[in-house]
């Protein structure tokens, strides 16, 4: 029982990265938490403990059951009911949080990342690469779809022509445009935009992978 306990812990341990980030993404898309961690490492644990005093506790059954102490049987048999409702109780948690991701997965994710762009205050970028989530004062947060077209049409503008392409669309200042990358799908878009740009809109504070910026 101890080796399937390790690996478990091992798998998690290996996967920290990957865990939070999807914990982080489901928090910044639900509002909810899925609280990983603490099945993982707390009930897992009392799980595991329970386990292996159910083991001994029908070894004590067996060895009553010889010595004709039905009182003893009783007792033991009792504990065991309360053990084994324990140990069903964490399963079915499991199955729960497994339905959750599978679900968030299903709804939230394209099956490869799509690159986005934003314009960002030097704020919002110095927190992007800092942290490497989506950093915004709006919330949800709007971005454009950045295709290998896009970005190089942008890059070869001049800053006046670039300055003026956004202001058709509102922004004030092109200081900071990021480029990143998500598996996650946005919650609004794509929306035509009068400059020719798709925008869509994320969550705030979603995992991305910072590409670049112009």
């Known amino acids: 029982m101890s080796e399937i306990e390790n690996d ?36 897992m644990n009392n799980t595991f403990t329970l386990t292996n005093l159910l083991i001994v506790q029908f070894q004590s059954i067996d060895k009553a059951i010889q010595k004709n102490e ?88 001049s800053t006046d022509r670039r300055s003026t392409y956004f202001q058709e669309i509102g922004v004030r200042s092109t200081d900071n445009i990021v480029y990143f990358r998500t598996k996650l799908k946005p919650v609004v878009g794509p929306v035509p935009q009068s400059n020719g740009l798709r925008e869509y809109k994320f969550p705030k504070g979603i995992p991305v992978e910072f590409l670049k910026a112009a």
């Open 70 to 157: 039905a009182n003893k049987v009783a007792h033991l048999l009792s504990s065991i009911e309360r053990m084994s409702n324990q140990i069903l109780r964490f399963i079915d948690l499991l199955n729960q949080l497994n339905q959750k991701v599978d679900k968030f997965e299903n709804e939230s994710y394209y099956p490869s990342e799509k690159t986005y762009g934003r314009i960002m205050s030097s704020k919002e970028f110095r927190n992007m690469k800092s942290t490497g989530l989506l950093s915004s004062d709006k919330n949800p947060t709007p971005v454009f779809d950045a295709t290998p077209a896009v970005i190089d049409r942008i890059d070869s503008m």
């Open 8 to 43: 478990i812990k091992k798998f998690f341990n290996d996967n920290i990265s990957e865990i939070k980030e999807l914990e982080t993404s489901f928090h910044a898309y639900t509002g909810l938490k899925l609280h990983f961690e603490r099945i993982i490492l707390e009930y």
